[in-house]
Antibody
Framework: QVQLVESGGGVVQPGRSLRLSCPAS????????MHWVRQAPGKGLEWVAV????????FYADSVKGRFTISRDNSKNTLYLQMNSLRAEDTAVYYC??????????WGQGTLVTVSS | EIVLTQSPATLSLSPGERATLSCRAS??????LVWYQQKPGQAPRLLIY???NRATGIPARFSGSGSGTDFTLTISSLEPEDFAVYYC?????????FGQGTKVEIK
Protein backbone atom coordinates (compact mmCIF):
# COMPACT_ATOMS: atom_id res chain seq x y z
CA GLN A 1 0.00 0.00 0.00
CA VAL A 2 1.12 3.55 -0.69
CA GLN A 3 2.71 5.24 2.30
CA LEU A 4 4.00 8.79 2.66
CA VAL A 5 5.40 9.79 6.04
CA GLU A 6 6.49 13.37 6.59
CA SER A 7 9.10 14.26 9.18
CA GLY A 8 11.33 17.15 10.16
CA GLY A 9 8.74 19.55 11.53
CA GLY A 10 9.13 21.39 14.79
CA VAL A 11 9.50 24.81 16.35
CA VAL A 12 11.96 27.17 14.67
CA GLN A 13 12.78 30.85 15.09
CA PRO A 14 11.98 33.37 12.37
CA GLY A 15 14.76 33.61 9.80
CA ARG A 16 16.04 30.12 10.47
CA SER A 17 15.90 27.03 8.26
CA LEU A 18 14.28 23.62 8.38
CA ARG A 19 14.27 20.61 6.07
CA LEU A 20 11.27 18.34 5.73
CA SER A 21 11.51 14.78 4.46
CA CYS A 22 8.90 12.46 3.04
CA PRO A 23 10.01 8.86 2.44
CA ALA A 24 7.65 6.99 0.15
CA SER A 25 6.84 3.31 -0.17
CA UNK A 26 4.36 1.03 -1.89
CA UNK A 27 4.76 2.46 -5.38
CA UNK A 28 7.42 3.27 -7.98
CA UNK A 29 8.47 6.63 -6.57
CA UNK A 30 10.55 7.61 -9.61
CA UNK A 31 7.46 7.50 -11.85
CA UNK A 32 5.43 10.19 -10.09
CA UNK A 33 5.47 13.90 -9.62
CA MET A 34 5.44 14.87 -5.96
CA HIS A 35 4.03 17.90 -4.20
CA TRP A 36 4.06 19.77 -0.92
CA VAL A 37 0.82 21.34 0.32
CA ARG A 38 0.46 23.22 3.59
CA GLN A 39 -2.36 24.21 5.90
CA ALA A 40 -2.06 26.97 8.48
CA PRO A 41 -3.89 26.31 11.76
CA GLY A 42 -7.63 26.62 11.20
CA LYS A 43 -7.16 27.66 7.57
CA GLY A 44 -7.51 26.14 4.13
CA LEU A 45 -5.10 24.26 1.92
CA GLU A 46 -2.27 26.07 0.15
CA TRP A 47 -0.28 24.44 -2.64
CA VAL A 48 3.46 24.97 -2.06
CA ALA A 49 5.61 23.22 -4.66
CA VAL A 50 5.98 20.38 -7.15
CA UNK A 51 8.89 18.39 -8.52
CA UNK A 52 8.53 16.32 -11.66
CA UNK A 53 9.09 12.57 -11.52
CA UNK A 54 12.70 12.88 -12.68
CA UNK A 55 13.50 16.12 -10.87
CA UNK A 56 13.79 17.99 -14.18
CA UNK A 57 11.24 20.68 -13.36
CA UNK A 58 10.13 22.41 -10.20
CA PHE A 59 7.46 25.02 -9.58
CA TYR A 60 6.61 27.04 -6.48
CA ALA A 61 3.87 29.17 -5.01
CA ASP A 62 4.76 32.86 -5.06
CA SER A 63 4.61 32.92 -1.26
CA VAL A 64 7.64 30.60 -0.97
CA LYS A 65 9.54 31.25 -4.18
CA GLY A 66 13.19 32.03 -3.51
CA ARG A 67 13.00 30.73 0.07
CA PHE A 68 11.89 27.10 -0.29
CA THR A 69 13.47 24.38 -2.44
CA ILE A 70 11.78 21.13 -3.33
CA SER A 71 13.94 18.16 -4.26
CA ARG A 72 13.86 14.40 -4.47
CA ASP A 73 16.23 11.47 -4.27
CA ASN A 74 14.81 8.67 -6.36
CA SER A 75 17.49 6.28 -5.13
CA LYS A 76 16.14 6.77 -1.60
CA ASN A 77 12.46 7.15 -2.55
CA THR A 78 12.36 10.38 -0.62
CA LEU A 79 10.94 13.87 -1.19
CA TYR A 80 12.38 16.92 0.53
CA LEU A 81 11.46 20.52 1.25
CA GLN A 82 14.27 22.85 2.29
CA MET A 83 12.76 25.90 3.95
CA ASN A 84 14.96 28.95 4.49
CA SER A 85 14.26 32.42 5.88
CA LEU A 86 11.21 31.12 7.68
CA ARG A 87 8.46 33.53 8.65
CA ALA A 88 5.61 33.37 11.14
CA GLU A 89 3.19 32.96 8.21
CA ASP A 90 4.94 29.72 7.22
CA THR A 91 3.50 28.10 10.35
CA ALA A 92 1.41 25.20 9.08
CA VAL A 93 0.99 21.48 8.74
CA TYR A 94 3.00 20.43 5.70
CA TYR A 95 1.72 17.51 3.63
CA CYS A 96 3.55 15.63 0.93
CA UNK A 97 1.36 14.17 -1.78
CA UNK A 98 1.67 12.02 -4.88
CA UNK A 99 0.42 13.34 -8.17
CA UNK A 100 -1.53 11.14 -10.53
CA UNK A 101 -2.19 12.97 -13.81
CA UNK A 102 -3.01 16.33 -12.26
CA UNK A 103 -4.59 15.30 -9.00
CA UNK A 104 -3.19 14.33 -5.62
CA UNK A 105 -4.28 10.80 -4.94
CA UNK A 106 -2.23 9.95 -1.87
CA TRP A 107 -1.29 12.22 1.01
CA GLY A 108 0.85 11.84 4.08
CA GLN A 109 -0.48 12.67 7.53
CA GLY A 110 1.49 15.91 7.70
CA THR A 111 4.17 17.43 9.88
CA LEU A 112 3.68 20.63 11.86
CA VAL A 113 6.09 23.51 11.41
CA THR A 114 5.83 26.34 13.92
CA VAL A 115 7.79 29.52 13.33
CA SER A 116 8.01 31.48 16.54
CA SER A 117 10.54 33.29 18.66
CA GLU B 1 -2.48 32.97 -10.72
CA ILE B 2 -5.94 31.50 -11.02
CA VAL B 3 -8.25 32.24 -8.10
CA LEU B 4 -10.87 29.69 -7.12
CA THR B 5 -13.87 30.97 -5.18
CA GLN B 6 -16.02 28.44 -3.35
CA SER B 7 -19.56 29.04 -2.17
CA PRO B 8 -21.17 28.93 0.21
CA ALA B 9 -18.57 29.08 2.97
CA THR B 10 -20.79 26.92 5.15
CA LEU B 11 -23.68 24.65 4.25
CA SER B 12 -25.97 23.51 7.07
CA LEU B 13 -27.93 20.41 6.11
CA SER B 14 -29.45 17.30 7.61
CA PRO B 15 -28.51 13.70 6.81
CA GLY B 16 -30.36 12.54 3.73
CA GLU B 17 -30.47 15.99 2.16
CA ARG B 18 -28.79 16.99 -1.08
CA ALA B 19 -25.67 19.15 -0.93
CA THR B 20 -24.63 21.41 -3.78
CA LEU B 21 -21.22 23.07 -3.57
CA SER B 22 -19.89 25.60 -6.05
CA CYS B 23 -16.39 26.46 -7.24
CA ARG B 24 -15.78 29.34 -9.63
CA ALA B 25 -12.47 30.01 -11.39
CA SER B 26 -11.17 33.47 -12.24
CA UNK B 27 -10.48 32.29 -15.79
CA UNK B 28 -11.29 29.24 -17.86
CA UNK B 29 -9.64 26.05 -16.65
CA UNK B 30 -11.36 23.68 -19.08
CA UNK B 31 -12.16 20.56 -17.01
CA UNK B 32 -8.99 20.71 -14.93
CA LEU B 33 -10.77 20.83 -11.61
CA VAL B 34 -10.35 18.50 -8.63
CA TRP B 35 -12.39 18.09 -5.43
CA TYR B 36 -11.10 16.91 -2.05
CA GLN B 37 -12.76 16.15 1.26
CA GLN B 38 -11.05 16.86 4.57
CA LYS B 39 -12.16 15.84 8.04
CA PRO B 40 -10.70 17.32 11.25
CA GLY B 41 -7.22 16.06 12.02
CA GLN B 42 -6.97 14.16 8.76
CA ALA B 43 -5.24 14.66 5.45
CA PRO B 44 -7.38 15.60 2.45
CA ARG B 45 -8.96 12.78 0.47
CA LEU B 46 -9.34 12.83 -3.30
CA LEU B 47 -12.99 12.71 -4.41
CA ILE B 48 -13.33 13.91 -8.00
CA TYR B 49 -10.78 14.65 -10.71
CA UNK B 50 -11.07 16.33 -14.09
CA UNK B 51 -14.36 17.87 -12.96
CA UNK B 52 -16.50 14.74 -13.11
CA ASN B 53 -14.49 11.56 -12.57
CA ARG B 54 -14.91 9.84 -9.23
CA ALA B 55 -11.70 8.61 -7.64
CA THR B 56 -11.27 4.98 -6.70
CA GLY B 57 -13.54 3.94 -3.86
CA ILE B 58 -15.64 7.11 -3.81
CA PRO B 59 -19.36 6.40 -3.43
CA ALA B 60 -21.72 7.16 -6.28
CA ARG B 61 -23.57 9.76 -4.21
CA PHE B 62 -20.67 12.11 -4.97
CA SER B 63 -20.73 13.68 -8.41
CA GLY B 64 -18.99 16.57 -10.10
CA SER B 65 -19.91 18.70 -13.07
CA GLY B 66 -18.91 21.82 -14.93
CA SER B 67 -16.30 23.19 -17.27
CA GLY B 68 -14.71 26.50 -18.07
CA THR B 69 -15.17 28.63 -14.96
CA ASP B 70 -18.13 27.12 -13.09
CA PHE B 71 -18.07 23.79 -11.30
CA THR B 72 -20.33 21.93 -8.91
CA LEU B 73 -19.85 19.11 -6.44
CA THR B 74 -23.10 17.36 -5.55
CA ILE B 75 -23.70 14.93 -2.73
CA SER B 76 -27.06 13.37 -3.56
CA SER B 77 -28.00 12.23 -0.06
CA LEU B 78 -25.78 13.16 2.86
CA GLU B 79 -24.47 10.38 5.04
CA PRO B 80 -23.18 11.13 8.57
CA GLU B 81 -19.60 10.63 7.39
CA ASP B 82 -19.96 13.30 4.69
CA PHE B 83 -19.96 16.22 7.10
CA ALA B 84 -16.55 17.72 6.43
CA VAL B 85 -14.78 20.51 4.56
CA TYR B 86 -14.57 20.32 0.78
CA TYR B 87 -11.90 22.00 -1.35
CA CYS B 88 -11.59 22.49 -5.07
CA UNK B 89 -8.20 22.71 -6.81
CA UNK B 90 -7.24 23.52 -10.40
CA UNK B 91 -4.44 21.99 -12.44
CA UNK B 92 -4.68 24.25 -15.46
CA UNK B 93 -1.24 25.79 -15.05
CA UNK B 94 1.36 26.60 -12.40
CA UNK B 95 0.88 27.53 -9.67
CA UNK B 96 -1.93 25.22 -8.71
CA UNK B 97 -4.35 26.83 -6.30
CA PHE B 98 -7.09 25.67 -3.96
CA GLY B 99 -10.40 27.26 -3.16
CA GLN B 100 -10.94 28.44 0.39
CA GLY B 101 -13.22 25.52 1.23
CA THR B 102 -16.88 24.84 1.97
CA LYS B 103 -17.79 23.37 5.32
CA VAL B 104 -20.76 21.02 5.26
CA GLU B 105 -22.14 20.90 8.78
CA ILE B 106 -25.01 19.12 10.45
CA LYS B 107 -28.10 21.26 10.79
Amino acid sequence: QVQLVESGGGVVQPGRSLRLSCPASGFTFSSYGMHWVRQAPGKGLEWVAVVYYDGSKKFYADSVKGRFTISRDNSKNTLYLQMNSLRAEDTAVYYCAREQLGHLDYWGQGTLVTVSS
Amino acid sequence: EIVLTQSPATLSLSPGERATLSCRASQSISSYLVWYQQKPGQAPRLLIYDASNRATGIPARFSGSGSGTDFTLTISSLEPEDFAVYYCQHRSNWPWTFGQGTKVEIK
